[in-house]
Structures are given as structure tokens and as C-alpha cells.
């Protein structure tokens, strides 16, 4: 007799598994950057950024420069990341970028509003189920895939002093499917009538950005900017309320699941950074940022199953007191310390035309453990190498009061193999090896008014 409602067990299966971990990552730029620009020169632009990249490296750079600026750019990064010697599945990502800088004055006083875009250019929002025991790319998989939108204002109160705040906005979900009808136990196909309903809710969380900027001399500047932590939980509810049929005197059948399951992580952190200008054609910049990864919550969904269905006498029917749900479980990441180092030198200048050249390093330590438990989120350490161009157009009078800059950037990461060696001999993943590189580049546009 169970073996004929198969269909509706398949059914409710379906509906468990929407409740399977999802991802916990932080923003599209913290992975690959914002700007070509600034991710030729390794990120490390806290301290002296001014360009529309600023929205996300350091609102406090957006009114250093008092210029109008309109930027639009696009990138293309490709993950070639094995285990064990085989191609993992992890898309490529790209994404569309836009940036504005306006500059206001009050008096003596000097202003400047900002607002930065990342789009994807594939899907707005992109989510996986994880899978426990199926090895993963947690910090590649989706991270990438979400839209990024910042809003910043900056203050100069002296000219030696910038200070800058914003908010950047996110969208947890509340997904409910309801199910309701009746399901023929031997003609599901045909007799059945089950009816479904869909609904979603999308609201929107907000977490602070905060900056400094701080110019001693003409050729040092410092820089510092903090990001606060956000935490998107999604809420899935599955509801069944089904009759099964077929078998004499209708079997009411009441099932829920109500899953909160953290999509979307980003830890609070820090940078702190140096810029130093020997010349007026050489450019030198540090940087190390602080990430606060110890906080991260369990990405296993906290998920409650209750089965309700009551039989008439004398058909044997198993049904269980309850179901075994998930249990969040901790994943053990520990802080990281991420060290950048930027070089830019001017190649041509003249009253017309200047043409830059760029190069960045970054060192990304990986704040996952090895997996040697039941858990299988993946991820190596990271060194990044960035090469970039940039082309300034200055005499543009009539047609532009102004400035137009074209900038190229590309990057490479190489993710040094790690061994994940399992503490039991009946593991049913195994141990395994990951390794990789990345790949990608873009460019960007900028028009700045005088």
C-alpha cells in the first residue's frame, strides 16, 4: 500500500528539498572587485580612491576630487576549479557596473553624493541548494550572483580631512508554496486533483559603510573604511493540505515545512591602507584588510517537517510521529587577514593625453578549515595577480568640459592545491583534492565634468 502513494511521497520529497542549505557569501565586489581601475591596482585603494569605485572601497574618497563623475563599466571572470582532477561546475559571472559621483558645494563646506551598481548580467539573483555530502565551491558557486547597490555621501570639513558614510542594500525572500486537493493512491495520473499556489515576498535589509581619508602631505594619503555584517535569511514554507483517495474513505494528509535557511552572508571588516606618491608619475599603495569570518553562521537550514494523516482502521499505513529535520551545524571559519599591495606609473603624459599603467597583488587566506567532517563546503587560499592600462583624454574643449578616462584591467588567481582528509574510513565523500585559477578581465568608461 505505500509503494501506491509514491506519487504523493514524491511530492512532499520535492517539497522537503526546498529546504536544503543554501549559501552564505559576502558581496559580488568583495570576490572580484569594483571598477577596473581599482582591481588593477589589487583592491588597495583605500587610501586615496576618488573615482565612482569609491562607493564600495571608501565613501569618504567621493568628495576628494570635486568633480561630476559618470561611470559605467563591464567584467567577465572564469572559474576553473577542480577536485580530485575533475572540472567543477561553477558558472562564469558577469556583471554590469555603474557608478556616479556628484560633488555639491555649501559655503566653504564640500560634499559629494554617490551611488554604486553591480548587475549581473545573467539572472538578477541566483541561489543552489547544497548538499551536504556533494563536495562545493562555497565562496564561488552563487556569491557572485546577486545585484550590489550602495548609496554614500561624503564631507570635507578641512582640506586635509574627507569623511564619508552609506548604506548598501540587500533582499531576503519569503517563499510560501501552498498545495491543496485530492491524490488518487492508483491513478495519480489521471484522478488526481491537486491544486498549488505560489507566493514570494521580497523586503530589504540595509548594513552601514563608513570612511576616512586622510592627506598629511601632498605625496602620502591614509585611508580607512569599515563595512558592517549582514545576514540574509530566506524563509521557505511548504504547506500540503491533500486528501488521498483510492482507498476507501479519504485519508486526510496535513504536511508542513518551515525552513530559515541564511542565503547570504557578508562579515563585518576593516581596511586600512597608505598611499604614497614619490612623483607626480608614480604611484604606490598598501593595504590590509580585516574580516570578521569566526561570526559565520551555519549555512545547514533550521528546518521543522510535521506529517499529519490519519488511516482508517485496518489499513496498514505507517506513518512516522515526526520527521528528522536539519540541525544548523557550525563550520568552524576563523578571521582572516588579506594583505594588498597596488602600483600604478604614468607611460605617456602630455597636456592632451595620459596613459597609465597598473599593477596589483592580493593574498586571500581562506577562512574555511579543511573538510574532514561531514560538511563540504570547499575553498583554497588565493593569490591574485592584476594588470591594467588606463587612457585619460584631457583637451576635449567644446565638445567636453571635462575629462574621458578608458580603463582595461585583467586578473589571474591561482589556488594552491589542499588536501581534505577525512577523520572516518566510511566517510561517503571520501577524501578529495581541490585546486584552481581563475580568470577574467573588463573595462570601464568614466566622464568626469570640471
Do not use: C
Given at each position: 500500500?505505500?509503494?501506491?502513494?509514491?506519487p504523493l511521497?514524491?511530492?512532499?520529497?520535492a517539497?522537503?528539498a526546498?529546504?536544503l542549505?543554501?549559501?552564505?557569501?559576502?558581496t559580488?565586489?568583495?570576490?572580484?572587485?569594483?571598477?577596473?581601475?581599482?582591481?588593477?591596482l589589487?583592491?588597495?585603494?583605500?587610501a586615496?580612491?576618488?573615482?565612482?569605485s569609491?562607493?564600495?572601497?571608501?565613501p569618504?574618497?567621493?568628495?576628494?576630487?570635486g568633480?561630476l563623475?559618470?561611470s559605467?563599466?563591464?567584467?567577465?571572470?572564469?572559474?576553473?576549479?577542480?577536485l580530485?582532477?575533475?572540472?567543477?561546475?561553477?558558472?562564469?559571472?558577469?556583471?554590469l557596473?555603474?557608478?556616479?559621483?556628484?560633488?555639491?558645494?555649501?559655503?566653504?563646506?564640500?560634499?559629494?553624493?554617490?551611488?554604486?551598481l553591480?548587475?549581473?548580467?545573467?539572472?538578477?539573483?541566483?541561489?543552489r541548494?547544497?548538499?551536504?555530502?556533494r563536495?562545493?565551491?562555497?565562496?564561488y558557486?552563487?556569491?557572485p550572483?546577486?545585484?550590489?547597490?550602495?548609496?554614500n555621501?561624503?564631507?570635507?570639513?578641512?582640506?586635509?580631512?574627507?569623511?564619508?558614510?552609506?548604506?548598501?542594500?540587500q533582499?531576503?525572500?519569503?517563499?510560501?508554496?501552498?498545495?491543496r486537493?485530492?491524490?488518487?493512491?492508483?491513478?495519480?495520473?489521471t484522478?488526481s486533483?491537486l491544486?498549488?499556489q505560489f507566493?514570494?515576498?521580497?523586503?530589504?535589509?540595509r548594513?552601514?559603510?563608513?570612511?576616512?581619508?586622510?592627506?598629511?602631505?601632498?605625496m602620502i594619503?591614509?585611508?580607512?573604511?569599515?563595512?558592517?555584517?549582514?545576514?540574509?535569511?530566506?524563509?521557505?514554507i511548504?504547506l500540503?493540505?491533500?486528501?488521498?483517495?483510492?482507498v476507501?474513505?479519504?485519508?486526510p494528509?496535513?504536511f508542513?515545512?518551515?525552513?530559515?535557511?541564511?542565503?547570504m552572508?557578508?562579515?563585518?571588516?576593516?581596511?586600512?591602507?597608505?598611499?604614497?606618491?614619490?612623483?607626480?608619475?608614480?604611484h604606490f599603495?598598501?593595504e590590509?584588510?580585516?574580516?570578521?569570518w569566526?561570526?559565520?553562521?551555519?549555512?545547514i537550514?533550521?528546518?521543522?517537517?510535521?506529517l499529519?494523516a490519519?488511516?482508517p482502521?485496518?489499513?496498514?499505513?505507517?506513518?512516522?510521529?515526526?520527521?528528522t529535520?536539519?540541525?544548523?551545524l557550525?563550520?568552524g571559519?576563523?578571521?582572516t587577514w588579506?594583505?594588498?599591495?597596488?602600483?600604478?606609473?604614468g607611460l605617456v603624459e602630455?597636456?592632451a593625453?595620459?596613459?597609465?599603467g597598473?599593477l596589483?597583488?592580493?593574498?586571500?587566506n581562506?577562512?574555511?578549515?579543511?573538510?574532514?567532517?561531514?560538511l563540504?563546503?570547499?575553498?583554497?587560499?588565493?593569490?591574485t595577480?592584476?594588470l591594467?592600462?588606463?587612457?585619460?583624454?584631457?583637451?576635449?574643449?567644446?565638445?567636453?568640459?571635462?575629462?574621458?578616462?578608458?580603463?582595461?584591467h585583467?586578473?589571474?588567481?591561482?589556488?594552491p592545491?589542499?588536501d581534505?582528509?577525512?577523520?572516518?574510513t566510511v566517510?561517503?565523500v571520501?577524501d578529495?583534492?581541490s585546486?584552481?585559477?581563475?580568470?577574467?578581465g573588463?573595462?570601464?568608461l568614466?566622464?568626469a565634468?570640471?
Amino acid at each position: 500500500m505505500v509503494k501506491r502513494i509514491a506519487p504523493l511521497a514524491l511530492l512532499l520529497g520535492a517539497l522537503a528539498a526546498l529546504a536544503l542549505p543554501g549559501e552564505a557569501h559576502a558581496t559580488p565586489p568583495d570576490t572580484h572587485g569594483f571598477f577596473s581601475r581599482s582591481i588593477s591596482l589589487g583592491g588597495a585603494v583605500t587610501a586615496d580612491v576618488e573615482d565612482a569605485s569609491a562607493n564600495y572601497y571608501n565613501p569618504a574618497g567621493l568628495v576628494r576630487s570635486g568633480q561630476l563623475r559618470l561611470s559605467i563599466g563591464y567584467m567577465d571572470v572564469h572559474h576553473f576549479l577542480e577536485l580530485n582532477g575533475q572540472r567543477s561546475d561553477v558558472e562564469r559571472h558577469g556583471a554590469l557596473i555603474v557608478g556616479l559621483v556628484a560633488p555639491v558645494n555649501l559655503g566653504d563646506a564640500r560634499f559629494a553624493f554617490g551611488l554604486g551598481l553591480h548587475l549581473p548580467d545573467q539572472r538578477l539573483a541566483r541561489t543552489r541548494s547544497a548538499v551536504v555530502d556533494r563536495p562545493r565551491w562555497e565562496m564561488y558557486d552563487t556569491r557572485p550572483g546577486r545585484i550590489y547597490l550602495a548609496t554614500n555621501l561624503a564631507f570635507s570639513p578641512v582640506s586635509w580631512l574627507t569623511l564619508g558614510v552609506g548604506i548598501t542594500f540587500q533582499a531576503p525572500s519569503e517563499l510560501t508554496l501552498d498545495i491543496r486537493g485530492d491524490a488518487d493512491a492508483f491513478m495519480p495520473d489521471t484522478q488526481s486533483r491537486l491544486e498549488h499556489q505560489f507566493r514570494g515576498d521580497l523586503t530589504s535589509i540595509r548594513y552601514p559603510q563608513a570612511g576616512l581619508q586622510i592627506r598629511p602631505h601632498e605625496m602620502i594619503s591614509i585611508g580607512l573604511a569599515y563595512r558592517g555584517s549582514f545576514e540574509l535569511r530566506n524563509t521557505i514554507i511548504a504547506l500540503a493540505d491533500a486528501n488521498i483517495t483510492g482507498v476507501g474513505e479519504p485519508i486526510p494528509l496535513d504536511f508542513s515545512l518551515v525552513a530559515i535557511t541564511t542565503s547570504m552572508y557578508g562579515p563585518q571588516q576593516a581596511s586600512l591602507g597608505f598611499a604614497f606618491d614619490p612623483t607626480s608619475r608614480l604611484h604606490f599603495s598598501v593595504e590590509l584588510t580585516w574580516y570578521d569570518w569566526s561570526k559565520h553562521p551555519s549555512l545547514i537550514a533550521d528546518q521543522e517537517i510535521i506529517l499529519r494523516a490519519d488511516p482508517p482502521p485496518g489499513l496498514n499505513i505507517d506513518i512516522p510521529d515526526e520527521i528528522t529535520s536539519l540541525e544548523p551545524l557550525p563550520l568552524g571559519l576563523h578571521d582572516t587577514w588579506v594583505p594588498r599591495i597596488g602600483v600604478e606609473v604614468g607611460l605617456v603624459e602630455t597636456d592632451a593625453v595620459q596613459v597609465d599603467g597598473r599593477l596589483g597583488y592580493v593574498y586571500e587566506n581562506s577562512p574555511f578549515p579543511a573538510q574532514t567532517g561531514i560538511l563540504n563546503f570547499v575553498d583554497n587560499d588565493k593569490h591574485t595577480f592584476s594588470l591594467g592600462f588606463g587612457l585619460t583624454l584631457s583637451d576635449l574643449r567644446p565638445t567636453l568640459p571635462g575629462t574621458l578616462r578608458f580603463d582595461v584591467h585583467g586578473i589571474y588567481s591561482y589556488l594552491p592545491a589542499r588536501d581534505h582528509v577525512k577523520t572516518s574510513t566510511v566517510d561517503p565523500v571520501g577524501d578529495y583534492r581541490s585546486a584552481g585559477h581563475l580568470a577574467g578581465g573588463g573595462a570601464a568608461l568614466e566622464i568626469a565634468f570640471e
